[in-house]
């Protein structure tokens, strides 16, 4: 009888093992699934804002400006803003070499940058689509002629812009006519575009100065120089970005879409 007792203790306590071992394994699987999930939920790429759609979602932008200069915060609300609509951008400093564009869907070139360390800047040539607000490179990127003053240059104080060309998408639905594009005066580039501009909005009273204007890929800029890829001119400053108005903001993201779709596409008509 002793012989059975001990027999059926060592079977009790063989089964208790394995329902131990069972219980052990199954919370390892769930601490693993969870594990996993938590892994790939890092992995995952940061989902799109509100802003996002089917012309800006994936698109790779290149964004140029002065890393260690202390404007470069604003350029970080304008790259948070391009990250909202969907795109992922990549900051570098003005002296990236021209070959960083390769691959890119948009290069962005913003007014922090250096204009005299980037003179003659090969950026000119980049089979990209490129916008820029630094009017300082018009002349060199063959935006315009090469005469500060004349060709190109800024308005310190001034808030209003003359839309001249509502119907165009780069107009972005701001109707026709004077439009407030920040709420107090500010710095406002323009230039005097080449023979092939699409010319969008101008300095309100003073219509040779193009505020935003565009050339289509194989358009004629400055001279006989002829567009790699579409082109596109914005008035902002270097702080400029963040007193946008609802006109300037929808200025600058038809700026950014009309850049980044393919020439012929439907909805840029």
Same mark, same amino acid.
């Given at each position: 009888?002793?012989?059975? /007792?001990?027999?059926?203790?060592? #079977?009790?306590?063989?089964?208790?093992?394995?329902?131990?071992?069972?219980?052990?394994?199954? /919370?390892?699987?769930?601490?693993?699934? !969870?594990?996993?999930?938590?892994?790939?939920?890092?992995?995952?790429?940061?989902?799109?804002?509100?802003?996002?759609?089917?012309?800006? +979602?994936?698109?790779?932008?290149?964004? #140029?400006?002065?890393?260690?200069?202390?404007?470069?915060?604003?350029?970080?609300?304008?790259?948070?803003?391009?990250?909202?609509?969907?795109?992922?951008?990549?900051?570098?400093?003005?002296?990236?070499? #021209?070959?960083?564009?390769?691959?890119?869907? !948009?290069?962005?070139?913003?007014?922090?940058?250096?204009?005299?360390?980037?003179?003659? %800047?090969?950026?000119?040539?980049?089979?990209?689509?490129? &916008? +820029?607000?630094?009017?300082?490179?018009?002349?060199? /990127?063959?935006? %315009?002629?090469?005469?500060?003053?004349?060709?190109?240059?800024?308005?310190?104080?001034?808030?209003?812009?003359? #839309?001249?060309?509502?119907?165009?998408? /780069?107009?972005?639905?701001?109707?026709?006519?004077?439009?407030?594009?920040?709420?107090?005066?500010?710095?406002?580039?323009?230039?005097?575009?080449?023979?092939?501009?699409?010319?969008?909005?101008?300095?309100?009273?003073?219509? %040779?100065?193009?505020?935003?204007?565009?050339?289509?890929?194989?358009?004629?800029?400055?001279?006989?120089?002829?567009?790699?890829?579409?082109?596109?001119?914005?008035?902002?400053?270097?702080?400029?970005?963040?007193? &946008?108005?609802?006109?300037?903001?929808? !200025?600058?993201?038809?700026?950014?879409?009309?850049?980044?779709?393919?020439?012929?596409?439907?909805?840029?008509?």
């Amino acid at each position: 009888m002793n012989m059975n /007792l001990s027999l059926r203790s060592r #079977v009790t306590a063989s089964r208790g093992s394995r329902g131990t071992l069972l219980r052990v394994a199954s /919370l390892l699987a769930a601490l693993l699934a !969870l594990g996993g999930a938590g892994t790939a939920a890092a992995a995952a790429p940061r989902e799109a804002g509100p802003g996002a759609d089917a012309v800006t +979602t994936g698109k790779n932008v290149l964004y #140029v400006t002065r890393l260690n200069h202390r404007d470069r915060e604003e350029d970080d609300k304008v790259v948070a803003h391009l990250e909202q609509r969907g795109m992922v951008v990549k900051l570098v400093d003005e002296d990236a070499p #021209v070959s960083a564009a390769k691959g890119e869907d !948009l290069v962005i070139i913003s007014s922090v940058v250096s204009a005299r360390d980037m003179v003659g %800047t090969p950026f000119r040539d980049v089979p990209v689509p490129l &916008l +820029t607000w630094e009017s300082d490179l018009f002349d060199s /990127l063959r935006f %315009t002629g090469q005469k500060k003053g004349e060709d190109f240059g800024e308005v310190v104080k001034e808030h209003y812009v003359n #839309v001249v060309n509502a119907p165009s998408p /780069l107009a972005g639905g701001v109707p026709a006519g004077k439009r407030w594009v920040y709420p107090r005066d500010d710095e406002i580039g323009w230039g005097k575009p080449g023979p092939g501009a699409t010319i969008i909005a101008t300095i309100a009273g003073e219509p %040779t100065h193009a505020v935003v204007f565009a050339y289509e890929k194989g358009a004629t800029m400055d001279y006989d120089f002829v567009a790699p890829a579409r082109r596109v001119a914005l008035f902002l400053g270097n702080r400029s970005f963040e007193k &946008l108005s609802a006109n300037g903001n929808a !200025l600058f993201d038809a700026a950014v879409n009309w850049a980044i779709r393919e020439p012929g596409d439907e909805r840029c008509k």
